[in-house]
DNA sequence: CTTTCGACTTAGGACTGAGGGG
DNA sequence: CCCCTCAGTCCTAAGTCGAAAG
């Protein structure tokens, strides 16, 4: 276990060492901080310009040396010049129309609001709308002041989870292997329990604890179990009854026919029609989540204190509306009461409620093709834009202030460094009840190993408990840095940059450009990096090797933001069953190529090279592909003739004879002999006498074999990585539509149809010249 | 000032249905 | 044609950051 020295409470922090070392101000660096002071001197403001100086020359010497190969900046970035000659974009975005805060008002403010015109208001939200969304094109018009979000908003309110059934009298929870009487509300959490049954998570103690207390605390509230049977200890549940019958269930609903589930399907949307449109300023746009969040146990990711906790059910007395005065207020089901109706147009959410995990909201909002979600994204990506004409100052200022007198100065160049070129998050301070997760500020002793002389080893688990670890080389000053940062007395759970927070540090960047924060950076550097990317591809080969070239682009980008995927379940066996496929149809080429030399053994001599492989299969190896290929076979087979029986037997005919299948084993059984043999003797028997037959066939194996690698390639290249983050939150669309105007792709082929729609904006204002 | 709150973006995993290969 | 895979969508957790509260 780590010590946490920020965040805890003062009285913690007298007990640990640093703590009368490094108060939380700004100052000089003194003697006892700075690593100069090994070599025995006092620092005076002459020594520390001394060395400076010296080690000022040794990192340009080391720069000069090493620069054109070595790792210490990745994604060439210091290329600013190519940059510099588009600065007027941004400045020139600010004055496409004059137009201020555009939308109409005075229709709504002057209507009559008798009750009969407010019902044609909200029918009009899911028939035809005063104006459709679709030719709202915001970004044509000049918005800079965004505090106010909108003039009306009307909505439908929001759809709660169904009622809690009951299961069926005989499916209970056993204890101690007699069946518990539970009471509905009880029953309700051990089911959530009981569903996860198989999952992780009903592995994890901590999800097991927590659920079990919320879980007796819920019982007790309900008058405990009603045959008298006391609830004690987690171990003693049996929970598999429960499990049995949701998968019956689940299992039933699979087998319903597909009219019946259409049906269904349709009922369903035909009830949330009205809860997927809302009206804002008399335009009819999409709503993201309109449900209520059902209750359930909460799954919180990596090492969650929390984990497992009861989600509660929420209520309409739970749920704060949001819409303008003069609509008319949905009603809350079932003569329930809403929590509470508020006119506030400075925000964007259309009801909200507290959960109780973490006491914390939870929001319904606008779908990301709404207009106002639009028109964040856009202002996202021009505020990265803007970076590019400031980039240059804030990396040289923090090279400079590598070398600063001033602690806090020296921590903020670092950490700037760090956001700059490893892409790491800003890294709030995080609370007990929380998973241990850490970004650049919160970054502790531990996380970073220093191998001289410029190595760093990142090694931490950063946001949702996704694992950051990269070895790196970074310039001397830095690793000099860090390694001041973790001169004793710091040790394991210290702070390292423990004069620095996100607060801090943001303020900081604000001198160099308004609004820059550390999130910026990533997506700038995100967008950079695709720009410089794409710029790579030629308008070459066809439009699938166009495609293959833009996902290659995008893992770069995904790379760096560190986004990842947890491999699949069967991901291993995959590659496996790949592998081995891949490795069949190679021994299926080298036996062409030995009935080859056995038609012309003068070949041999003619084309070594082309024969060289076939001394390269080991018999053991040989075997083992022997008895893998059969027993393939054999389970073709098996299946096939269950398959086929079980079709039968559903068709009121007759099932299929037994020697049917014995003769299928039979060709086989043929099959393997004939292999035994070929190992015996090492002569293929051959069907056919023409080489030139033969050659053709090991051609296509070739072709063959190289489309298996080239997919298992790119298989092994993707399962860690997941590029759709990247690709909805930090590379500018326009960036993907101009690179699809320009080569002739089709746009679906790198967004699909719901990032169409959100990058709309993007999609209908970027020409092929536009450039991040 | 520092801490907490509120509102927003960013994130990976679960679920599901369309389409691609055997 | 059928199965199975995997892309696309849904879900909601977990960040960031400015502003209010203390």
Redesign the pocket.
């Known amino acids: 276990m780590t010590v946490k020295l920020k965040g805890s409470s003062s009285s913690d922090e007298e007990d640990l060492p640093l703590s009368s070392t490094i108060p939380?101000t700004k100052r000089k660096i003194e003697d006892s901080d700075d690593e100069d002071i090994k070599s025995g001197s006092v620092i005076t403001a002459a020594n520390v310009k001394r060395e400076e100086d010296k080690s000022y020359d040794s990192d340009l010497a080391l720069s000069k040396v090493a620069s054109p190969k070595k790792k210490v900046v990745k994604r060439g970035k210091r290329s600013s010049s190519k940059v510099a000659g588009r600065s007027l974009s941004s400045t020139k975005q600010k004055g496409i129309k004059k137009d201020s805060r555009a939308q109409p008002p005075k229709k709504i403010s002057k209507r009559e609001s008798s009750v009969e015109q407010q019902d044609a208001d909200l029918d009009s939200i899911s028939n035809e709308a005063s104006q459709d969304a679709d030719d709202f094109k915001w970004w044509e018009k000049e918005n800079d002041d965004d505090s106010v979000?909108w003039i009306s908003l009307k909505h439908n309110g929001v759809i709660f989870p169904p009622k809690y059934e009951p299961l069926p009298s005989h499916i209970k929870l056993y204890y101690n292997g007699r069946a518990v009487d539970l009471p509905p509300q009880a029953e309700e959490v051990a089911g959530f329990f009981a569903a996860l049954l198989e999952?992780?998570h009903a592995k994890n103690p901590v999800f097991q604890k927590n659920f079990f207390e919320d879980f007796l605390d819920v019982l007790q509230e309900n008058g405990g179990p009603r045959n008298d049977i006391e609830l004690k200890t987690f171990e003693l549940c049996d929970f598999s009854k429960m499990f049995d019958y949701f998968q019956l269930q689940k299992e039933q609903k699979k087998q319903l026919s597909p009219q019946e589930k259409k049906r269904l399907?349709q009922e369903k949307e035909e009830f949330e029609e009205p809860y997927k449109f809302c009206m804002l300023d008399d335009r009819k746009e999409q709503v993201?989540?309109f449900?209520i969040?059902?209750p359930?146990l909460?799954?919180?990711?990596?090492a969650?204190p929390k984990t497992g906790k009861l989600?509660r059910r929420v209520y309409p007395e739970d749920v704060v509306l949001n819409l303008d005065k003069e609509a008319k207020v949905p009603e809350a089901p079932d003569n329930h009461n809403w929590g509470e109706v508020r006119h506030?147009n400075?925000?964007?959410?259309l009801a909200?409620w507290r959960?109780n995990?973490s006491?914390?909201?939870?929001?319904v909002?606008f779908a990301a093709n709404s207009s106002l979600?639009g028109m964040?994204?856009y202002k996202?990506f021009e505020k990265a834009r803007q970076l590019k004409d400031y980039i240059d100052p804030v990396r040289k200022d923090y090279m400079v202030n590598l070398k600063s007198k001033v602690m806090l100065e020296r921590q903020i160049a670092v950490a700037c460094y760090f956001i700059d070129v490893f892409a790491l998050?800003?890294?709030?301070e995080?609370a007990d009840d929380?998973?241990d997760?850490v970004?650049c500020c919160s970054l502790r002793y531990e996380h970073v190993t220093l191998k001289p002389p410029n190595t760093v080893i990142f090694d931490f688990l950063?946001?949702?408990?996704?694992r950051f670890y990269q070895e790196v080389k970074v310039e001397k000053q830095v690793f000099k840095n860090l390694t001041l940062f973790k001169k004793p007395p710091k040790q394991p759970g210290h702070q390292l940059f423990d004069r620095l927070d996100?607060?801090l540090l943001?303020k900081h960047l604000?001198n160099y450009m308004p609004?820059l924060?550390?999130?910026?950076f990533?997506?700038y550097n995100a967008s950079k990096t695709m720009q410089d990317q794409l710029d790579l591809i030629t308008d070459e080969g066809t439009v699938a090797e166009k495609i293959l070239k833009y996902n290659a682009a995008n893992r770069t980008v995904a790379i760096l933001?560190?986004?990842?995927?947890?491999v699949t379940k069967?991901h291993a066996a995959?590659v496996q069953k790949a592998t081995d496929r891949i490795e069949e149809l190679e021994w299926q080429k080298i036996r062409l190529k030995r009935a080859i030399l056995q038609l012309d053994k003068t070949e041999a001599k003619k084309n070594p090279n082309y024969f060289a492989e076939v001394k390269d299969l080991v018999k053991e190896q040989e075997l083992l592909i022997h008895k893998r290929v059969i027993e393939k076979e054999r389970e073709k087979f098996t299946k096939k003739f269950a398959?086929e029986n079980e079709k039968r037997k559903f068709d009121n005919e007759p099932p299929l004879p037994d020697s049917q299948l014995k003769e299928w084993m039979n060709k086989v059984d043929e099959l393997e002999s004939e292999y035994k043999r070929e190992v015996e003797t090492g002569k293929v028997e051959v069907k056919t006498s023409d080489v030139d037959k033969l050659k053709a066939q090991v051609e296509k194996l070739d072709q063959r074999i190289e489309n298996y690698a080239i997919q298992l390639k790119d298989?092994e290249d993707n399962s860690q990585v997941?590029l759709?983050?990247?690709k909805i939150?930090?590379i500018d669309p326009r960036l993907s539509v101009v690179f699809c105007k320009k080569y002739g792709v089709p746009l679906e082929k790198v967004f699909?149809?719901?990032?169409r729609d959100k990058f709309k904006w993007a999609i209908e204002s970027a020409d092929e010249n536009w450039r991040f």
Not at 298 to 302: A, I, K, L, T, Y
Not at 346 to 349: M, R, S
Not at 462 to 466: N, P, Q, R, W, Y
Not at 561 to 566: A, I, M
């Open positions: 939380r979000k999952s992780d399907k993201g989540n449900r969040e059902p359930g909460f799954r919180g990711r990596g969650h989600k506030d400075t925000v964007q959410w909200m959960e995990i006491n914390s909201f939870k929001y909002r979600k964040s994204d996202k998050r800003a890294g709030g995080k929380e998973a997760t970004g950063g946001k949702d408990s996704i996100p607060a943001n604000q609004g924060t550390a999130k910026v990533r997506t933001c560190n986004h990842q995927r947890t069967g995959a398959r298989k997941a759709g983050t990247s939150n930090y699909t149809k719901s990032l």
